[in-house]
């Protein structure tokens, strides 16, 4: 074993795959990306307009889920996951993705896969409008396993200075309103595989294998989300993604407030009910491990729930009004 190659990494294959994704990385750039493809870097210059701007970011992965694709072979999808992951938590604190670079580590290079993968990426940042600068896709035999794959990214960020969405201007008795999704997301995927032993399985009611309906992609929330801060009708905002509702809906809220949440006002998509019996997880599991149906919180005062609905609906968005924030010291309480 005297060669690189030989040890598992196939540098002339990997100089081949980067010419193949030349084309999809670039198609998510504007006029204000500096710098060319393959480089050993690119910046991004500012968005006009901005005073005081301050940067922000954010990095997450796609987790386990990446095991459903590798089962089903098919990672059409995950891009958008990984994506929705990184820039909704920017959202979430009024901060607008403007670049974004992912990190690619395999057992053993498959170029036609990281392809797609990067290729999703690539589409959902330019859905947002924004530049997948670049990343890396690294070979790890010995380390990872052959034909496994992990993913994950890191997001660049833009607010105005005092534009913050902090919480602090919450108060008791503002609405709290869900934004629906429509699907598991990527979180939870540790406990489905567990629960899920047949991915083949045609999920009741429909003529669809399981598999592609836990792969259906992220809702990203980023451009309706966006749209509330900069008309300032949010008081908070949470990404509901590990830890569900329990675990997410009280993290932008002040002390001594607290957020009461009654889960009768939306029916959860028919997915989580069917995880939850045929793994036979309680009500209280499901809630602290799955967004069951809520992808994203918007708090906002009771007098502007009604334009925030019909902002959210031209986002093509459903929503729920699903509570209010009250005095407790319980920062999160289901009904």
Same mark, same amino acid.
């Given at each position: 074993?005297d060669?690189y190659k ?5 540098v002339?294959?990997? /100089?081949?795959y980067?010419g193949t994704?030349?084309e999809?990385?670039t198609?998510s ?5 500096v710098?060319?493809? !393959?480089g ?7 968005p006009?307009?901005f005073?005081n701007?301050?940067?922000m970011?954010s990095t997450?992965?796609?987790?386990t889920k990446?095991e459903?694709a590798?089962?089903?072979? /098919? ?10 992951m990184?820039?909704?938590?920017l959202?979430a604190v009024g901060?607008?993705?403007i670049a974004?670079t /992912?990190?690619?580590?395999v057992?053993r &290079?498959d170029p036609?896969?990281e392809?797609t993968?990067?290729e999703s990426?690539? %589409? ?8 997948l600068l670049g990343?890396?896709?690294a @070979?790890h035999?010995?380390?990872?396993e052959?034909h496994h794959v992990d993913?994950a990214?890191a997001?660049l960020?833009i607010?105005e ?12 008795g ?8 429509p699907?598991?997301?990527s979180n939870?995927?540790s &406990?489905?595989r567990?629960v899920?032993d047949?991915l083949?399985?045609?999920?009741? !009611?429909t003529?669809?294998?399981i598999g592609?309906v ?8 980023t451009p309706a989300?966006l749209?509330?801060? @900069?008309?300032e009708l949010?008081t908070?905002?949470a990404?509901v993604? !590990?830890?569900?509702?329990p675990g997410n809906?009280g993290?932008?809220?002040p002390?001594g407030?607290g957020?009461?949440?009654d ?6 998509p028919?997915?989580f ?9 309680s009500?209280e599991?499901?809630?602290r491990?799955?967004n ?6 918007v708090?906002?005062?009771? /007098?502007?729930a ?9 986002? !093509?968005h459903?929503?729920?009004g699903i509570g209010?924030?009250?005095?407790t010291?319980?920062?999160? %309480?289901l009904?």
């Amino acid at each position: 074993m005297d060669s690189y190659k030989s040890a598992g990494v196939d540098v002339e294959a990997a /100089d081949k795959y980067v010419g193949t994704i030349a084309e999809a990385v670039t198609s998510s750039w504007g006029v204000n990306v500096v710098g060319g493809f !393959g480089g050993f870097a690119a910046g991004i210059t500012l968005p006009p307009g901005f005073r005081n701007p301050v940067l922000m970011m954010s990095t997450d992965g796609v987790g386990t889920k990446l095991e459903i694709a590798r089962l089903m072979n /098919d990672y059409s999808s995950v891009g958008a996951d990984l994506v929705a992951m990184c820039v909704d938590d920017l959202a979430a604190v009024g901060a607008r993705a403007i670049a974004f670079t /992912d990190y690619i580590a395999v057992g053993r &290079l498959d170029p036609s896969r990281e392809r797609t993968i990067v290729e999703s990426v690539a %589409q959902a940042c330019a859905s947002i409008n924004c530049a997948l600068l670049g990343g890396e896709t690294a @070979e790890h035999p010995g380390i990872v396993e052959t034909h496994h794959v992990d993913l994950a990214g890191a997001a660049l960020g833009i607010v105005e200075a005092g534009m913050e969405i902090t919480g602090d201007d919450i108060r008791p008795g503002d609405h709290i309103i869900g934004i629906a999704s429509p699907n598991v997301r990527s979180n939870g995927f540790s &406990l489905i595989r567990k629960v899920v032993d047949d991915l083949g399985e045609t999920f009741p !009611g429909t003529n669809r294998p399981i598999g592609n309906v836990l792969l259906e992609p992220s809702v990203i929330y980023t451009p309706a989300v966006l749209a509330l801060a @900069e008309a300032e009708l949010a008081t908070g905002f949470a990404h509901v993604t !590990g830890g569900g509702l329990p675990g997410n809906a009280g993290r932008p809220l002040p002390a001594g407030l607290g957020a009461l949440i009654d889960t009768t006002t939306w029916r959860p998509p028919e997915v989580f009910g069917w995880l939850a019996e045929r793994g036979g997880i309680s009500n209280e599991n499901m809630f602290r491990t799955f967004n069951m149906g809520v992808g994203f919180v918007v708090i906002t005062r009771p /007098d502007r729930a009604t334009t925030v609905y019909d902002a959210l609906s031209e986002y !093509g968005h459903s929503a729920y009004g699903i509570g209010t924030i009250a005095e407790t010291s319980e920062r999160v %309480q289901l009904f």
